[in-house]
Nanobody, 121 residues
C-alpha cells in the first residue's frame, strides 16, 4: 500500500500562487507515476498534472488549462511531489487530490484525501 497525504491548500486571491505538497509513504514503487487531479463543486474530477519516474527517465504532463501556470516536481528522495500553482484563477477553485500508480497500471491506484484550494476574484 502507498499512503498519500496532501497539504498546502488554502484561500488565495486571483493572480496569486500556492504550492501543494503530497507526501508518499509505504510501499516503494520502482517505476511509477504521481499526479494531481482536482474536482470543482458540481463537476467531475479532472486531471491536472502528472510526473512519471523510471530508473533513468522522468516526464511530466499537464492539462491544457494549467500549462504555463502550474509546475509539478518531485524531491530527490522521490517521496514528496509538489504542484506549484501560479497566476491562479477563480476557475482553479477545487479540491486537489494527489494520486499514484505503478507505470504498469492502467488506472490510478492510490489517492490522498484532498486539499481545498479557493481562489477569490
Amino acid at each position: 500500500q502507498v499512503q498519500l497525504v496532501e497539504s498546502g491548500g488554502g484561500l488565495v486571491q486571483a493572480g496569486g500562487s500556492l504550492r501543494l505538497s503530497c507526501a508518499a509513504s509505504g510501499r516503494t514503487l520502482s517505476s511509477y507515476a504521481m499526479g494531481w487531479f482536482r474536482q470543482a463543486p458540481g463537476k467531475e474530477r479532472e486531471f491536472v498534472a502528472s510526473i512519471t519516474i523510471t530508473a533513468d527517465f522522468g516526464s511530466t504532463s499537464y492539462a491544457d488549462s494549467v500549462k504555463g501556470r502550474f509546475t509539478i516536481s518531485i524531491t530527490n528522495a522521490k517521496n514528496t511531489v509538489y504542484l506549484q500553482m501560479n497566476s491562479l484563477k477563480p476557475e482553479d477553485t477545487a479540491v486537489y487530490y494527489c494520486a499514484a500508480r505503478a507505470t504498469s497500471a492502467t488506472t490510478w491506484t492510490y489517492w490522498g484525501q484532498g486539499t481545498r484550494v479557493t481562489v477569490s476574484s
